[in-house]
């Protein structure tokens, strides 16, 4: 039973446009949302995170929104850039963190010039 | 490079075969991660360890698998009789203080494992 979901493998954005990245969980007890961003032959690397008693945060091009009613979040990157080409994860985290992070299957997001 | 380093970064066993993965946590790091993608797959939770324990290994196959992270060196994650479904990219991730925890898990390049 997966308790985070990402439905869509690959998202395919033109250059400068706003790419919207979504993933969906089914266990209320997370408290901690967190993006991860991953290269090819890379370890993923730290994006951007929000905690479950906020409802949207903003770090620069990155800004993730949670839907605590709908257990939906989606991560929005405006404006598009060819770096941004990777693969998403969405992860979860419930209070304590001492059974890590639970990560989504990804989301290929691929960068159009 | 002050980094989560992982070594092999690729290694090929043929069935039957031991498999050793290493991890150095980053500098001032004390919790260590393993995670486990296959093919087509997200990261999957394996084991959770402090120096000399192992807090949670509820993602660790019940046989052939095991991990350590003793009080001197690397973490280590150690598959015994290899077979071919073993074949993945191996992760290990650091964090400083399960206090802090939001989450924020550092991440090494991973271990290619391949099963002939």
């Known amino acids: ?113 | 490079n002050a980094g989560v380093m992982q070594n092999p970064r690729h290694l090929v066993r043929r069935r039957g075969q031991e498999a050793r993965l290493r991890c150095s946590p980053m500098k001032g790091h004390s919790h260590v991660y393993w995670y486990r993608q296959l093919p087509e797959e997200g990261l999957k939770f394996m084991v959770y360890l402090q120096k000399e324990n192992i807090i949670d290994e509820s993602g660790m196959p019940k046989e052939r698998f095991s991990a350590e992270f003793p009080k001197e060196g690397p973490s280590i994650l150690r598959i015994q009789q290899v077979v071919r479904g073993d074949s993945a990219a191996y992760f290990c991730a650091s964090s400083p203080l399960l206090g802090s925890n939001t989450g924020e898990l550092f991440f090494g390049e991973g271990s290619r494992l391949t099963v002939l």
């Open chain 1, 1 to 113: 039973d997966q308790q985070v979901k990402q439905n869509s493998p690959s998202l395919s954005v033109q250059e400068g446009r706003i790419s919207i990245l979504n993933c969906d969980y089914t266990n209320s007890m997370f408290d901690y949302f967190l993006w991860y961003k991953k290269y090819p032959a890379e370890g993923p690397t730290f994006l951007i995170s929000i905690s479950s008693i906020k409802d949207k945060n903003e770090d620069g091009r990155f800004t993730v929104f949670l839907n605590k009613s709908a257990k939906h979040l989606s991560l929005h990157i405006v404006p598009s850039q060819p770096g941004d080409s990777a693969v998403y994860f969405c992860a979860a985290l419930t209070g304590g963190g001492a059974d890590g992070l639970t990560f989504g299957k990804g989301t290929h997001l691929i960068i159009q010039p």
